[in-house]
């Protein structure tokens, strides 16, 4: 089993519709949980950061962090075609200054 | 806050060469910088962690002998690819953990292409 996991899409939204990222971790231990954007050709872009269960809010983007069901998603409200991207879930290896990356998925928004 | 840059941005070498590739952070102290290679339409892969004054932690199968890595202050970090041949024309991407920071984020620069002809 991949220590993060992530459907690699790629997933088509239309024009403003809500966006659904979803990503599982292995290690029951992780406390920290990153989402980052990366834009073709480009580095990643931290986005969102999740420390508690439950939900966290900034601007279009929620972050969602059950740690009982090992899950964490990303909402991204009123997409806009600048929103297409690969969404690349992160995770802190408890013990380890590193993060683990999940393989990424790949978001289109369709005008 | 949280910028980090890299130097160069591109750069092509010949086969041999060897190429250094300089990380820094700009507004932050950083505490721990990492380094990652990432070929096309693939993954980040994690190469090293670096601690300022200490030598780096090498990811298994990153020769450490090619790719010296060098954290000599809380702002620099410095990859060479040494003798490098065409198999590491990648996209070298580094990132860094502020000192000041509570958590394990990492801010990353805007990587630098490396060709190797």
């Known amino acids: 089993q991949k220590e993060v996991e992530q459907n690699s899409g790629p997933l088509s939204v239309p024009e403003g519709a809500i966006a659904s990222l979803n990503c599982t971790y292995s290690?029951?231990?992780?406390?920290?949980f990153f989402w980052y954007r990366q834009y073709s050709g480009k580095s990643p872009e931290l986005i969102m950061s999740?420390?508690?269960?439950g939900d966290k809010e900034d601007g279009r983007f929620t972050a969602q962090l059950n740690k009982a069901s090992q899950y964490v998603s990303l909402l991204i409200r009123d997409s806009q075609p600048s929103d297409s991207a690969t969404y690349l879930c992160a995770v802190n290896v408890r013990g380890a200054q590193k993060l683990v990356f999940g393989q990424g998925t790949r978001l289109t928004i369709n005008p | 806050g949280a910028v980090v840059s890299q130097h160069p941005s591109r750069v092509i070498c010949k086969s041999g060469t060897s190429v250094k590739i300089e990380c820094r952070s700009l507004d932050f102290q950083a505490t721990t910088m990492f380094w990652y290679r990432q070929f096309p339409k693939q993954s980040l892969m994690l190469m090293a962690t670096s601690n300022e004054g200490s030598k780096a932690t090498y990811e298994q199968g990153v020769e450490k002998d090619k790719f010296l890595i060098n954290h000599a202050s809380l702002t620099l970090s410095t990859l060479t690819v040494t003798s490098a041949h065409p198999e590491d024309s990648s996209f070298y991407i580094c990132?860094?953990?502020?000192?000041?920071?509570?958590?394990?984020?990492?801010?990353f620069g805007p990587g630098t292409r490396l060709t190797v002809t």
């Open positions: 290690d029951r231990g992780s406390q920290s």
């Open positions: 990132s860094a953990r502020d000192l000041a920071g509570s958590g394990y984020e990492q801010y």
């Open positions: 999740i420390y508690s269960n």
